[in-house]
Nanobody
Framework: QVQLVESGGGLVQPEGSLRLSCAAS????????MGWYRQAPGKQRELVAT???????NYPDSVKGRFTISRDNAKNTAYLQMNSLKPEDTAAYYC?????????WGQGTQVTVSS
């Protein structure tokens, strides 16, 4: 049974930093493209970052230069380092694991950026 468990969310002040983790189990982690998505209240879920099995990364302009996705295949874990956080980054953040044949989601972790 595949599980993706996010952690690391919380309340942070503007311009602060957080590091999210996504621990995967029940899957061959190294072959999956891992991604982070977020969803704010009343808005659609949107892409935050992806990293392929070969380590190629992709970010939308809204987070480029502030967020960094990484993975540790030995630990079956993906990370999202978030710096210079803004109030508009407030959302539930979800981990995603994707191949052409499978698509899995975690339960989400809340990130709130507020003074």
């Amino acid at each position: 049974q595949v599980q993706l468990v996010e952690s690391g969310g919380g309340l942070v002040q503007p311009e602060g930093s957080l590091r999210l983790s996504c621990a995967a189990s029940g899957m061959i982690f190294s072959i999956y493209t891992m991604g982070w998505y977020r969803q704010a209240p009343g808005k659609q879920r949107e892409l935050v970052a992806t990293i392929t099995s070969s380590g190629s990364t992709n970010y939308p302009d809204s987070v480029k230069g502030r967020f960094t996705i990484s993975r540790d295949n030995a630990k079956n874990t993906a990370y999202l380092q978030m710096n210079s956080l803004k109030p508009e980054d407030t959302a539930a953040y979800y981990c995603n694991a994707y191949t052409l044949w499978h698509n899995y989601w975690g339960q989400g972790t809340q990130v709130t950026v507020s003074s």
